[in-house]
């Protein structure tokens, strides 16, 4: 009797935990934790709640586990006494970022976009032509490659040069919107590529995923055969929506990385951790106080691709050092422990920040990040939240007129032109630095739109490798040693707690 009591008792705990995992599972999936009514119902109203999303990064770009680190803390020698990344310790949030640098047929395939949709529009392919002429130089014969190197075949997997700030972001816009679309697109939310080239009409259809979120992209010849079944009451049994961002299949934008992302992706500091303590600090992306291999397969050979020393692009004919007398191919060298190629050396890239020389004085210790300026769509019809769009299907950003949420009775004051309402300052990315314009160019060359390049390129010496370097240029100028990668935020805790060692391979 004894006996039969356990089995009976253990059968009804086996039960009653079967219960529990299955009654948790159920209610993770299908049931509201706070009020007990199903989600995706029809019935009820049908609120949509997708519990199977796995966040992933978009195409070309790798995770970044975040953490904490010194900015600034690999720069063992300020030999331009800039003082101007001075040591401060700071956290960097999980990202991700470009594998390689954008290359040549990346820039290619933009151009290409912009001529098949906008064949009338000169201006905005003549804008988005990279500077080929920064390869001039009054005392080099470089004219071959004003010709050649963005077009020859032979140099399309090299990183695109000559392109500035404001060129990088419009293609980091570009690609946010042609991912997206091409995700909504092989999905059939939205007609395939096969019955868009065959629409006569197809004005006003250019694809931006903030206009299509806000519903503005809809429609005959525009919605796919699978787009998500609507579930709000009354809706009808067949009845169709559009992808929502809570369905978490659109991606993120893509962008620049802040300075602080691309110095701690640069460094890859995780190959030096172990249980939470870094063991050796780092002067390059890779071990070791030198810019050569230890390896023995590679023993002696450059890590990078810079200038060894004046009048030494490249090495010696018959046993070529670095092997590059300009840029090289953007999968060149052994990747760092991220696995990022090229993060030192080939060619310097731009990051988001404004540059100021005592950015460490006045930073955030979370995320740092100086270049805020606050902008807000532009409403056509605020009744009906419908967002203003410029002539490419893109939404017009106004400046912000709040730091924060307004009451409704504010925001009604605000639409009635309130004068009390419009003392906000969104441009703080200066955090209200004096500007002295008339002193511009002659005492100084920084202002607001002096922005950051890091890395190291071609024709730098071995200093500029370190990650903790920094210099700038003006947002509208380029050069012939500069280009750029893009990054994206990553959304949720992707690694999670205790997550342990993560990172690609070790040179």
Same mark, same amino acid.
């Given at each position: ?239 169709? #929506?559009?992808?929502?961002? @809570? /369905?978490?299949?659109?991606?993120? %934008?893509? $962008? ?6 691309? *110095? &701690? ?90 540059? #100021?020389?005592?950015?460490? @004085? /006045?930073?955030?210790?979370?995320? %740092?990040? $100086? ?6 769509? *532009? &409403? ?90 920094? #210099? ?12 750029? $990668? ?22």
């Amino acid at each position: 009797m004894h006996y039969i009591k356990i089995a009976i008792t253990s059968l009804l705990l086996v039960a009653s935990t079967s219960l529990v995992i299955t009654s948790c599972k159920s209610s993770r999936s299908n049931v509201s934790d706070k009020t007990g009514v199903r989600y995706n119902d029809p019935y009820n109203g049908g609120l949509q709640i997708n519990r199977k999303v796995k966040e992933s990064p978009g195409p070309g770009l790798i995770g970044i586990e975040g953490g904490t680190f010194v900015m600034g803390g690999s720069l063992n020698e300020d030999l331009g006494y800039s003082h101007d990344n001075l040591r401060r310790r700071v956290t960097v949030a999980s990202f991700y970022i470009d594998e390689t640098e954008v290359s040549n047929a990346d820039w290619l395939e933009y151009l290409h976009w912009i001529a098949q949709n906008y064949p009338e529009d000169g201006k905005l392919y003549y804008d988005a032509l990279p500077d080929s002429l920064v390869w001039r130089n009054p005392l080099s014969y470089n004219e071959p490659y004003v010709n050649f190197y963005l077009r020859h075949p032979s140099f399309q997997d090299y990183p695109v040069v000559g392109v500035t700030w404001d060129q990088a972001n419009a293609y980091c816009m570009w690609r946010t919107d042609r991912v997206n679309e091409h995700i909504l697109r092989q999905s059939g939310a939205l007609v395939d590529y096969k019955t868009l080239s065959e629409q006569q009409n197809r004005e006003g259809q250019g694809f931006n995923t903030d206009i299509y979120l806000n519903g503005q992209i809809q429609g005959d010849g525009i919605d796919g055969k699978n787009m998500p079944r609507d579930t709000k009451i009354g809706a009808a049994k067949d009845a169709k #929506r559009i992808v929502r961002m @809570e /369905d978490g299949i659109l991606k993120q %934008p893509y $962008r620049l990385p802040t300075e602080a992302e691309w *110095e &701690y992706a640069a460094l890859g500091l995780i190959g030096n951790t172990v249980e939470g303590n870094i063991e050796n600090s780092k002067t390059y992306p890779w071990n070791g106080l030198g810019v050569r291999s230890g390896n023995r397969r590679n023993q002696g050979r450059m890590m990078a691709n810079f200038k060894i020393t004046s009048g030494n692009n490249m090495g010696v004919a018959g046993n070529l050092n670095d092997g590059g007398d300009i840029t090289v191919s953007v999968k060149s060298y052994a990747p760092n422990d991220f696995g990022l190629y090229n993060m030192a050396g080939n060619v310097n890239e731009w990051v988001s920040d404004v540059y #100021r020389q005592l950015s460490y @004085e /006045d930073f955030e210790d979370f995320n %740092p990040f $100086r270049g805020h300026v606050f902008m807000d769509n *532009e &409403y056509e019809n605020a009744e009906t939240r419908t967002l203003a769009k410029d002539k490419y299907g893109r939404p017009i950003k106004v400046p912000s007129k709040a730091a924060r949420k307004q009451t409704w009775e504010e925001l009604q004051a605000a639409k009635a032109g309130d004068p009390s309402t419009a003392t906000y300052d969104y441009d703080v990315r200066g955090f209200k630095d004096e500007e002295l314009k008339e002193l511009y160019g002659k005492t100084t060359l920084v202002n607001d739109k002096s922005r950051v390049y890091k890395g190291g390129s071609w024709n730098d010496r071995a200093y500029w490798l370190n990650p903790a370097t920094r #210099r700038f240029m003006q947002q509208d100028e380029s050069n012939a040693m500069t280009g750029f $990668r893009c990054a994206m935020t990553m959304v949720g805790n992707v690694y999670g707690p205790s997550s342990g060692k993560r990172g690609s391979a070790t040179p």
